[in-house]
């Protein structure tokens, strides 16, 4: 068993997070828990990125199999996901060991660098999780897979230390000027790597973009922000440590991660925190476009991916952690850990007849959820 990362919060920061998801986050989980039309938000295209190497592969597709052979259900798996992934797949890996008797070996990584140890670097895993399903949609399908299923939603935020500069001065309605402030750094994650970190940068992109007629501030605000941000880690793991370090001053990364971590937060406003999933406000995201070596990325409305990946060498464990999340107890993890679960989880109609029965029986085929192909 590996990487057991588990993040509890206060109280006051669940009653916080409850009221962000009841109030400016209710829009998101409406219209993902819906099947609604409208155009795609941007495509996360091209490229990759480098991680250590090793695994093997298995050509053996057998998760869509009403009987699972014994192979598919060995008693040992392993899930490549993303860093922001790490607090909610920790809290389940316990359990799940326990009712299936299986051994949970986890890898957090940014998903660009998830998904590439399999597209580049030709390992296998049971269960690839991605903070951008498109990154699945767009890099794993056709040839590393055959489906995918939308799991969770999540939204950006700031979050910094009671002594940070400007700590006393900050607010929602204020952070940009308190960030672009000669004595403060900015930390977020690597774009090439994370997603977390192309969002990041989005989030500050969209702030000078018009949003029915208003902007937060202009362009040269927006470049201040970032000359005051550096990138001193590869994905969002580490961030928070050297918050609390000094090396950084605020952090720019997921709500999830701000909401349960015991220190002060900022939620974003709806405009660029990326978390609605409707046509305006995709349309909107869709003005943000970040150029990496891993390829370019375009905003949109933050959604989970999760798959099997048909180099899998266990995938009917793999089936079974995707369903897991499907359940109660997988969706109160979720919540648990400052994320909005989709209900039911969603695959793409395209490829329902690839979709393994367990996980076919607990979700919902369509072509759209809300602004998002799939």
């Known amino acids: 068993m590996t990487q057991r990362s588990n993040s509890d919060g206060t109280s006051r920061q669940r009653t916080t997070r409850r009221a962000f998801l009841t109030g400016a986050g209710a829009a998101t989980l409406t219209a993902l828990a819906g099947c609604g039309g409208g155009s795609d938000g941007g495509d996360a295209e091209s490229g990759g990125s480098t991680d250590s190497s090793g695994g ?40 799940f060991e326990d009712e299936y008797g299986v051994d949970v070996n986890r890898e957090a990584k940014g998903s660009v660098a998830s998904t590439q140890k399999i597209t580049q670097q030709g390992r296998s895993a049971d269960v690839l999780g991605v903070s951008d399903f498109r990154l699945i949609r767009n890099r794993i399908l056709p040839d590393y897979g055959d489906w995918y299923a939308i799991f969770t939603t999540n939204s950006m935020s700031i979050q910094y230390r009671e002594d940070s500069p400007g700590a006393g001065d900050i607010s929602k309605d204020n952070w940009w000027e308190v960030l672009t402030r000669d004595d403060v750094t900015i930390g977020h994650s690597d774009p090439a790597v994370d997603p977390g970190g192309y969002r990041a940068v989005m989030t500050q992109q969209l702030g000078k973009e018009e949003f029915n007629g208003e902007r937060l501030y202009d362009e040269s605000t927006y470049q201040a922000l970032r000359d005051n941000s550096v990138v001193p880690t590869g994905t969002e793991t580490n961030l928070e440590g050297q918050l609390e370090s000094g090396e950084l001053d605020y952090v720019m990364y997921y709500q999830s991660i701000s909401s349960t971590s015991g220190k002060p937060f900022i939620d974003l406003q709806q405009e660029v925190d990326l978390s609605q999933a409707t046509s305006e406000y995709a349309a909107h995201y869709a003005k943000a476009e970040v150029e990496t070596g891993s390829g370019t990325f375009t905003g949109a409305p933050i959604a989970y991916g999760v798959t099997v990946p048909s180099v899998a060498e266990a995938p009917g464990r793999g089936a079974q952690w995707v369903e897991y999340f499907a359940t109660d107890a997988g969706r109160s993890i979720l919540e648990n850990q400052g994320l909005v679960p989709v209900d039911p989880i969603v695959v793409p109609a395209s490829g329902e007849d690839a979709v ?15 602004p998002l192909e799939l």
């Open 56 to 95: 093997g592969t298995s050509t053996a597709d057998s998760t869509t199999e009403s009987t699972p052979t014994e192979s598919s259900m060995a008693d040992s798996m392993t899930i490549f996901h993303a860093g922001s992934l790490a607090p909610p797949f920790g809290e389940a890996e316990p359990s």
């Open 356 to 370: 393994p029965d367990r996980v076919m029986d607990v979700a919902s085929a369509q072509s759209n959820l809300g």
